[in-house]
């Protein structure tokens, strides 16, 4: 059974930043893909973010410039670095991996207020 635990999330002013982890009960490698998803209240879950097996990445382009993902093959984490934060960027972000099918995290509250 694959777990996806997230971290990270919190309240930070407009134009902070924020870390959020996704730690994997198995090698991130053996994922096809793992990403992260938004979900604002109302809206549609959307990609934000993937890295490939091979380590190529995916942005939306609302994030590009800003958002960074990475992982840490060691510690089975997967990482997306926020940086210039806005209001819209307000959401529940999902960690997913995909294996034959999609797993998901239970999610964490980002928000972005002053």
């Known amino acids: 059974q694959v777990q996806l635990v997230e971290s990270g999330g919190g309240l930070v002013q407009p134009g902070g930043s924020l870390r959020l982890s996704c730690a994997a009960s198995?090698?991130?490698?053996?994922?096809?893909?793992m990403g992260w998803y938004r979900q604002a209240p109302g809206k549609e879950r959307e990609l934000v973010a993937s890295i490939f097996r091979g380590g190529t990445t995916n942005y939306a382009d609302s994030v590009k410039g800003r958002f960074t993902i990475s992982r840490d093959n060691g510690k089975n984490t997967v990482y997306l670095q926020m940086n210039s934060l806005k209001p819209e960027d307000t959401a529940v972000y999902y960690c997913n991996a995909i294996l034959s099918r999609y797993y998901w995290g239970q999610g964490t509250q980002v928000t972005v207020s002053s």
């Open positions: 198995r090698s991130t490698v053996s994922f096809n893909t």
